[in-house]
């Protein structure tokens, strides 16, 4: 006999549940009457870090990205994962926290400043750099 694991569903279950649910009327001949979509998300946002090293201030998070699908902005889940990224960065003894805005993307600018973030190139002039991989090329070419 097969073996089974006879289990509460949980919300990671909705996919496979709507599977079912179609099978199920499939066998009674009428899959076409099933009009349920799966609308719900497992995920719905991300953060990307890392830890990096100044110099001057020494370990710190780097944010890389971080976004929260657009029907479920505004709920305090982007709050949310900043919290639960200030944790991390505390609990590995980070001084702080950097990432990069677009000078475009007003609504996350001020989501940042009202969460007390200050823009270093306003008040320090940091610029950001690249050196693209044709310029790494030709540096480690060179005698
Ligand atoms: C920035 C981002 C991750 C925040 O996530 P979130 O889940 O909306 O965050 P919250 O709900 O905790 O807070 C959003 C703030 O905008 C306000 N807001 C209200 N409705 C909103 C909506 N529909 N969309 C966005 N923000 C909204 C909230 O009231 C809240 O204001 P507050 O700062 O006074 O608390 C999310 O807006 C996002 O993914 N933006 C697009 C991608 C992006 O810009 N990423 C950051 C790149 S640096």
Redesign the pocket.
Known sequence: MAKFNLRKAEPKDVPDILRLIKELAKYEKMEDQVILTEKGYSVI?FAMYYFTYDPWIGKLLYLED???MKE????????EILKTLSDTAVKNRCSCMH?L?AES?K??ID?YM?RGASDLSLQEGWRLFRINREGLLKMSAEE
């Open positions: 946002g971080f976004y929260v479920y902005r505004g709920f305090g889940i982007g709050s990432f805005v993307n609504k996350s989501f009202r």
